[in-house]
């Protein structure tokens, strides 16, 4: 019978960032993809025994930081770019790195919640759409799952979405969850 149950071990990349809708997505991942009937009933009968790495999923939280530009252009004419100090560009960075580490704890400790799940963290800088695509390739990850913020297709042409970009471009599978409130459930 467990022969019949057991699976092949995945590797799952989930995009995070700050909103809520980045958590769900990963408490539904970890709920609903991460976990079997038998890796569930495993758990609860030994749940002190640890799991060989053969038998350990894969979680690769990613959390993309958009450079931050130290210069701007102030409204008006004749102006021109106005840079920020060194202190202020250190100060912006250090903010930034603390947010990360902060997102990325709280989604690690939901990891940690789950047995059989090993979770590693990744931090990078840029266009969040072509780095979230750029890593799930380079790390050979068998599914990408992001959030959905539910913009409507107006918004969406206008303001873009990641979601919608990796759909189109990330070359593994891909996983978009809506949140409940917006499937109205």
């Known amino acids: 019978m467990a022969e019949m149950i057991r699976r092949r071990k995945m590797k799952v990349m989930v995009a995070m960032d700050e909103s809520d809708y980045s958590f769900?997505?990963?408490?539904?991942?970890?709920?609903h993809v991460l976990v079997t009937p038998a890796a569930a009933a495993a758990a609860t009968a030994t749940r002190e025994e640890e799991a060989s790495p053969e038998e350990v999923d894969m979680v690769i939280l990613i959390h993309v930081q958009q450079p931050f530009q130290h210069y701007g252009f102030p409204a008006g004419p004749g102006g021109s770019a106005v840079y920020a100090t060194t202190a202020v560009v250190e100060s912006v960075r250090k903010a930034q790195?603390?947010?990360?580490?902060?997102?990325?704890s709280r989604a690690l400790q939901m990891c940690k919640e789950k047995p059989n799940i090993k979770a590693e963290t990744l931090i990078?800088?840029?266009?969040?759409k072509d780095r979230i695509c750029q890593a799930a390739?380079?790390?050979?990850v068998d599914l990408l799952v992001v959030g959905s913020r539910g913009l409507g297709t107006f918004k969406r042409?206008?303001?873009?979405s990641v979601s919608d970009y990796c759909a189109h471009h990330v070359k593994c599978p891909i996983l978009i969850v809506r949140s409940a409130k917006e499937t109205g459930k």
């Not at 769900?24 to 709920?31: N, P, Q, T, V």
């Not at 990078?124 to 969040?128: F, I, K, T």
Request: hydrophobic residues 50%; glycine residues 6%.
């Open 24 to 31: 769900y997505a990963l408490k539904w991942a970890l709920d």
């Open 97 to 104: 790195e603390e947010n990360s580490a902060a997102l990325l």
């Open 157 to 160: 042409a206008f303001l873009g």
């Open 137 to 140: 390739e380079q790390m050979h």
């Open 124 to 128: 990078l800088e840029g266009d969040p």
